[in-house]
């Protein structure tokens, strides 16, 4: 296939495509055999047809069949070439095929056919201009829809789909968030502020601001206390769904790489009141709570400043309110409060290093293992992992710069320890530093500790 045309989609992407598009259009024909009737040509008969409510529950049923069938189709073919590789080997399949590989094929499938259609009525119009029977029009529909969905499966249509939607998930799980930071203060402290308007109108002036006050501060702790269990069980699902999510399915290292975090192993042994991250979580949940509504303030003020008092906003200028503070609440969240909640439930705060710790050396890795095995057999003494900066820095490279006078010319250049082993200099040899004179070795001290005595 390595001369194959790269705009023409493989013959894998045109069986594909048929597939899907006769096995959708197929059902649709057997659920509204009188659909398809061909009289006004293309714009009138496929537009009325499109128009009827019936129409529109078998476009769905016949949509959602396809995930089975595709699931089934690949299974088949996946058994088909087990059976020839043990019949060509004559040993067992070495190579089996999960479960989910086999749906995935009909997600891809459903993903992919909405639009295929859309794609394909162009080609379904070219196709049904010479025809007139409503036979011929469901040639038109498979033929169509089976040539825009070969080219999507050729270009991966629906692995590209899966960016964008990973993409949009990230955004509207930051906002789920959002909404349950919002939700449960108010859901569990609607019943004590029930409680506060009651007392107010019984309890004795005097009393009534401290009455109020203690009223105001049980709300906030019931939604710190709600959002603490939230994370509590929260961690209890995840431990639970670990244990059975298939190993091949979508979702699995994520799952299992939630249950090694500190938050999920500690649940497991901890109850409620007793489970630190928890509270640190919920603490963490409560500070960004406290941020969002500070934001809220912010942006309501440059909007006063922008479309004056706010009984004067308009619809649109309410709405582009609202999308402004939503869109600063979902970026508060997603680059700091997600980030600082990994780190309380992993158990793995980040620290900032300081310029002195930059400034450290790098541990020992004999050292390290020396402590490690010392306190494995009881010594409470400690070897220093970190050498000492003095004892890490590496001398300095001497430059060679010593020039020799021998038999009438200069040799070198050559450094104070070369002068010593290779020129085997004494006081008597002539010697100089680059370009000065010429000098007995003997009459420079720098240089006593490298003569040779002779």
């Not at 994370?231 to 769904?241: D, G, K, M, R, T």
């Amino acid at each position: 296939m390595n001369n194959w045309p790269k705009f023409l989609p493989l013959p894998a992407s045109w069986a594909k495509g048929f597939a899907l598009s006769s096995g959708f259009w197929l059902i649709v024909s057997v659920l509204l055999p009188g659909s398809y009737y061909y009289y006004y040509r293309f714009s009138t008969a496929y537009w009325r047809s499109i128009s009827s409510s019936d129409f529109e529950g078998a476009i769905a049923f016949a949509w959602l069949c396809q995930i089975p069938l595709f699931a089934f189709y690949h299974w088949g073919l996946a058994k088909f070439a087990e059976w020839v590789e043990s019949r060509s080997h004559n040993q067992p399949p070495t190579i089996t095929v999960s479960p989910w590989l086999h749906w995935r094929e009909g997600f891809i499938a459903f993903a992919t056919l909405p639009a295929a259609i859309v794609m394909g009525i162009p080609a379904i119009a070219l196709l049904m201009l010479p025809l007139r029977e409503s036979s011929g029009a469901m040639v038109a529909l498979i033929l169509g829809t089976a040539i825009a969905s070969a080219y999507l499966y050729h270009f991966r249509f629906a692995k590209r789909l899966k960016i964008l939607l990973k993409l949009l998930w990230i955004f509207y799980a930051d906002l789920l968030k959002i909404l349950e930071l919002l939700l449960v203060p108010t859901i569990i402290g609607t019943p004590l502020l029930k409680l506060t308007f009651a007392i107010a109108q019984i309890a004795p002036k005097q009393l009534l601001p401290l009455t109020t006050f203690l009223l105001v501060i049980s709300v906030m702790l019931s939604g710190i206390v709600g959002y603490a269990a939230l994370q509590y069980w929260s961690a209890h699902l995840v431990n639970w769904a670990a244990k059975w999510w298939p190993a091949d399915s979508p979702g699995y290292s994520r799952i299992q790489a939630r249950k090694a975090w500190k938050h999920n192993k500690t649940a497991a042994s901890q109850s409620f009141v007793r489970h630190t991250t928890s509270w640190h979580l919920a603490a963490n949940d409560t500070t960004y709570l406290i941020y969002f509504n500070l934001s809220a303030i912010v942006v309501g003020a440059i909007a006063s400043v922008l479309f004056g008092e706010p009984s004067q906003w308009s619809q649109t200028e309410e709405e582009i309110l609202g999308s402004g503070v939503a869109l600063v609440w979902v970026g508060v969240w997603h680059f700091w409060g997600w980030r600082r909640e990994v780190e309380i439930a992993s158990g793995q705060p980040s620290v900032k290093k300081t310029s002195r710790d930059r400034n450290l050396p790098a541990p020992d890795p004999v050292e390290v293992e020396l402590n490690q095995l010392a306190a494995e057999f009881g010594d409470a003494r400690m070897r220093p992992v970190r050498k000492p900066p003095s004892a890490t820095k590496k001398p300095k490279s001497e430059q060679a710069q010593w020039y020799v006078f021998r038999s009438g010319k200069a040799e070198g250049p050559y450094t104070k320890r070369q002068l010593r082993d290779v020129q085997k200099i004494t006081d008597r040899t002539k010697v100089r530093l680059g370009q000065t004179e010429w000098q007995r070795a003997g009459e420079i001290p720098e240089l006593a500790a490298f003569l040779t005595q002779k």
